[in-house]
C-alpha cells in the first residue's frame, strides 16, 4: 500500500459524492494556489478557510466531514496536501527543516500555525462545521482589535507546556511570588508520562509548573484550538510561530534519529519520537491566547460533535513515505534566512534573541532565556539513545 501519490491528489476531492449531489445546499469553491492570497504586509483577513491533510485518503466519516464543510461554511477552501504544499508555501518563508519528519497530525498543526501567520483567514481540522461562517469574517472584518476569533472551550480541553507559558512576562512575575525565576520552578502536577523520551527526563516536555495552571484558570477567555478565523501578522501569531520553531530546534537532531510508529502519533513518545500530541498547536496557542487575552474573542458557535475518524487513518508508519532526513544544506539555508529575520519578528526569531526595541514597544514580547531552549547536547544524548535503541542496544 503507497499512500503518497494519492493523498496528494486533490482532483481526487473535486468530484462530488452522491451524498452532495442529493443535498440541495450549494457546494462552495475549492480554491487552488493560483487563487490563493500571497501579500506580506498588512492584517486584512482574506475571506478563505485552509484545511490541511497528510494521512490516507479520505473515507468514512472524514470524507463526509470534508464535504460538510464544503457545502457549509461559505468561504472558498484551500485544501492543501502533500501533492500541492509547495504551491502554497510562501517564498522567502521556507518551512522549519523538521517538516518532512513530523506526523501527518503535526505537520497540519504546524500549518495551522504558518498560515495563520503569514497569510491569515480561517483554518479548521477536518470535521464537521458548526455551519456559515461569513457572518464572522464580517464581525472580524468590522473588529480590527480582534486578532483571533474561535469557538468557546472548556478548562479540561486547555492544553500547555510551561515553556510556552513562561512567554508571557506575567508569567515570570508570577514565580517570582512564588519564590521561583526564570531557571527554576516547582512543579505543580506529577509528572505526566510524556515527561519521558526513551527513559530519559525531558523538563521541556514534561514540567507544569504555576504558569500552565494560570493558563487554564483562564480557559472562560479562550478559543479552540481546532478551528479558528486569525488576523495575519499579529503579534500573537508571530509569537506562536517563533516558539514552534524553538521546540523543533530542539527536536531536530531527535526526529533525524527516530520514526513514528503511527500516522496518528504520539501520546506518550512512542518509538522516541520527540514531539508531544500537542505542543505544536495547543499546548503553544493557550498561552499565547492569554498573554494576548484581548484580542481574542471565543464567539464562534461549538462545532457538532460528531464522529470524524476513519479506521483507515490508523496507518502504520512502514506503508507512508519514509520521511526524509532534512540536508545540512536545508538546515543551513533555513538558519541564515532566521537570523536574518529576527529585527523583523516575523515567527523566525529565536527564542533566546534579544527583541529589537521596536519588538518590545510594540509586541509586549516577553523576556528571552535559556530556559527556553535547552542546550544543544541535549539534542545529542537524545539522539544517540533513538538510535541505540533502534539497534536494539
Same mark, same amino acid.
Given at each position: 500500500?503507497?499512500?503518497?501519490?494519492?493523498?496528494?491528489?486533490?482532483?481526487?476531492?473535486?468530484?462530488?459524492?452522491?451524498?452532495?449531489?442529493?443535498?440541495?445546499?450549494? =457546494?462552495?469553491?475549492?480554491?487552488?494556489? @493560483?487563487?490563493?492570497?500571497?501579500?506580506?504586509?498588512?492584517?486584512?483577513?482574506?475571506?478563505?478557510?485552509?484545511?490541511?491533510?497528510?494521512?490516507?485518503?479520505?473515507?468514512?466519516?472524514?470524507?463526509?466531514?470534508?464535504?460538510?464543510?464544503?457545502?457549509?461554511?461559505?468561504?472558498?477552501?484551500?485544501?492543501?496536501?502533500?501533492?500541492?504544499?509547495?504551491?502554497?508555501?510562501?517564498?522567502?518563508?521556507?518551512?522549519?527543516? *523538521?517538516?518532512?519528519?513530523?506526523?501527518?497530525?503535526?505537520?497540519?498543526?504546524?500549518?495551522?500555525?504558518?498560515?495563520?501567520?503569514?497569510?491569515?483567514? @480561517?483554518?479548521?481540522?477536518?470535521?464537521?462545521?458548526?455551519?456559515?461562517?461569513?457572518?464572522?469574517?464580517?464581525?472580524?472584518?468590522?473588529?480590527?482589535?480582534?486578532?483571533?476569533?474561535?469557538?468557546?472551550?472548556?478548562?479540561?480541553?486547555?492544553?500547555?507546556?510551561?515553556?510556552?507559558?513562561?512567554?508571557?512576562?506575567?508569567?515570570?512575575?508570577?514565580?517570582?511570588?512564588?519564590?521561583?525565576?526564570?531557571?527554576?520552578?516547582?512543579?505543580?502536577?506529577?509528572?505526566?508520562?510524556?515527561?519521558?523520551?526513551?527513559?530519559?527526563?525531558?523538563?521541556?516536555?514534561?514540567?507544569?509548573?504555576?504558569?500552565?495552571?494560570?493558563?487554564?484558570?483562564?480557559?472562560?477567555?479562550?478559543?479552540?484550538?481546532?478551528?479558528?478565523? *486569525?488576523?495575519?501578522?499579529?503579534?500573537?501569531?508571530?509569537?506562536?510561530?517563533?516558539?514552534?520553531?524553538?521546540?523543533?530546534?530542539?527536536?531536530?537532531?531527535?526526529?533525524?534519529?527516530?520514526?513514528?510508529?503511527?500516522?496518528?502519533?504520539?501520546?506518550?513518545?512512542?518509538?522516541?519520537?520527540?514531539?508531544?500530541?500537542?505542543?505544536?498547536?495547543?499546548?503553544?496557542?493557550?498561552?499565547?491566547?492569554?498573554?494576548? !487575552?484581548?484580542?481574542?474573542?471565543?464567539?464562534?458557535?461549538?462545532?457538532?460533535?460528531?464522529?470524524?475518524?476513519?479506521?483507515?487513518?490508523?496507518?502504520?508508519?512502514?506503508?507512508?513515505?519514509?520521511?526524509?532526513?532534512?540536508?545540512?544544506?536545508? !538546515?543551513?539555508?533555513?538558519?541564515?534566512?532566521?537570523? *536574518?529575520?529576527?529585527?523583523?519578528?516575523?515567527?523566525?526569531?529565536?527564542?533566546? @534573541?534579544?527583541?529589537?526595541?521596536?519588538? =518590545?514597544?510594540?509586541?509586549?514580547?516577553?523576556?528571552?532565556?535559556?530556559?527556553?531552549?535547552?542546550?544543544?547536547?541535549?539534542?545529542?544524548?537524545?539522539?544517540?539513545?533513538?538510535?541505540?535503541?533502534?539497534?536494539?542496544?
Amino acid at each position: 500500500m503507497r499512500l503518497g501519490p494519492a493523498v496528494g491528489n486533490v482532483a481526487a476531492f473535486k468530484t462530488p459524492t452522491r451524498m452532495e449531489s442529493a443535498n440541495a445546499a450549494p =457546494t462552495f469553491e475549492l480554491g487552488s494556489p @493560483a487563487t490563493f492570497p500571497r501579500r506580506l504586509t498588512g492584517h486584512e483577513v482574506p475571506r478563505l478557510m485552509m484545511l490541511f491533510w497528510f494521512g490516507p485518503a479520505f473515507q468514512g466519516a472524514r470524507l463526509e466531514a470534508y464535504h460538510s464543510l464544503r457545502r457549509s461554511v461559505g468561504v472558498p477552501l484551500h485544501l492543501v496536501v502533500s501533492g500541492n504544499l509547495k504551491e502554497y508555501v510562501l517564498p522567502g518563508y521556507p518551512l522549519h527543516p *523538521a517538516f518532512e519528519l513530523l506526523t501527518p497530525v503535526h505537520k497540519s498543526d504546524y500549518l495551522f500555525g504558518y498560515f495563520s501567520h503569514h497569510v491569515g483567514g @480561517a483554518f479548521h481540522d477536518i470535521k464537521q462545521p458548526f455551519g456559515n461562517w461569513t457572518p464572522y469574517f464580517d464581525k472580524m472584518e468590522a473588529t480590527r482589535e480582534a486578532w483571533l476569533i474561535g469557538s468557546p472551550v472548556i478548562r479540561g480541553n486547555v492544553a500547555c507546556q510551561e515553556p510556552m507559558a513562561a512567554d508571557d512576562p506575567k508569567c515570570l512575575q508570577l514565580r517570582l511570588s512564588r519564590g521561583e525565576n526564570a531557571s527554576h520552578w516547582r512543579s505543580v502536577f506529577p509528572e505526566h508520562p510524556t515527561a519521558y523520551i526513551n527513559g530519559r527526563y525531558d523538563p521541556f516536555d514534561g514540567t507544569r509548573g504555576a504558569c500552565c495552571e494560570r493558563v487554564r484558570d483562564a480557559w472562560e477567555h479562550m478559543i479552540s484550538c481546532q478551528e479558528h478565523i *486569525a488576523r495575519p501578522r499579529t503579534a500573537l501569531t508571530r509569537d506562536w510561530l517563533r516558539l514552534v520553531h524553538v521546540a523543533l530546534d530542539k527536536k531536530l537532531a531527535a526526529l533525524n534519529a527516530t520514526h513514528y510508529p503511527m500516522a496518528r502519533c504520539c501520546m506518550n513518545h512512542e518509538s522516541g519520537y520527540p514531539v508531544n500530541w500537542a505542543e505544536l498547536k495547543g499546548n503553544t496557542l493557550f498561552p499565547m491566547e492569554l498573554k494576548y !487575552q484581548s484580542h481574542v474573542y471565543p464567539i464562534l458557535p461549538t462545532k457538532p460533535a460528531k464522529a470524524y475518524r476513519s479506521q483507515s487513518e490508523d496507518v502504520p508508519w512502514r506503508v507512508l513515505h519514509a520521511a526524509p532526513k532534512s540536508s545540512p544544506r536545508t !538546515q543551513a539555508t533555513f538558519q541564515d534566512i532566521s537570523h *536574518a529575520r529576527v529585527a523583523r519578528g516575523d515567527g523566525y526569531a529565536r527564542v533566546n @534573541a534579544a527583541p529589537t526595541p521596536r519588538q =518590545t514597544q510594540n509586541s509586549d514580547m516577553a523576556p528571552r532565556g535559556e530556559t527556553q531552549l535547552l542546550p544543544a547536547f541535549r539534542n545529542v544524548v537524545t539522539a544517540l539513545g533513538a538510535g541505540l535503541a533502534r539497534i536494539g542496544l
